[in-house]
Every structure is written in C-alpha cells, then in structure tokens.
C-alpha cells in the first residue's frame, strides 16, 4: 500500500533503512543519485563517510542530493526502493 504525501508516495520502503525510522513530512533527508534512494540526512551522511555506497543496493555513490521528505521532486524514489 502506498498513499500520496507531497509528491513523494510514502509505501513499504517509507523508512530509513540506516536507523529504521518512519519518514515524517519535512525530515531532511538525503537522495542518491545514482539509485535514487533516500535516508534522513545525518544517517545518509553517517553512512557515506564510511562507506561510499548504497545501504540497500551496495550502488556506488558518486553525488547525493538534500531533500526535505514530502516535497515536490522530478522523480519518486520510492518508486525504485526493492
């Protein structure tokens, strides 16, 4: 199931997989760019200073961006969570 908060759908993969906690509207999270999955922005940061690739694909990690969860995008990246 999913719903629609903003233009980012919210469905399974509505958590950050670093800490396991629910996306709220407005978290500052970040979005990578090669596999455009999102974690709130001090675990995303956390985890790329140790390791430069995805926490959930292993994809390697060449630039992010800082969104806040719930706004409008060009792209849903939970629509590609796996």
Same mark, same amino acid.
């Given at each position: 199931m999913s719903s629609e908060e903003g233009g980012v759908r919210r469905s399974a993969c509505g958590e950050c997989v670093v800490c396991? $906690?629910?996306f709220e509207a407005e978290d500052e999270c970040v979005l990578l760019g090669e596999c455009?999955?999102?974690f709130h922005k =001090?675990? $995303?940061?956390?985890?790329? $200073?140790?390791? =430069? *690739?995805? =926490?959930?694909c292993r994809a390697r990690v060449g630039f992010y961006? *800082?969104?806040r969860f719930g706004t409008e995008i060009d792209v849903d990246p939970v629509a590609y969570c796996i």
């Open positions: 396991l $906690g629910e455009l999955h999102v =001090p675990c $995303g940061e956390a985890w790329l $200073g140790k390791e =430069p *690739s995805c =926490p959930v961006t *800082s969104v």
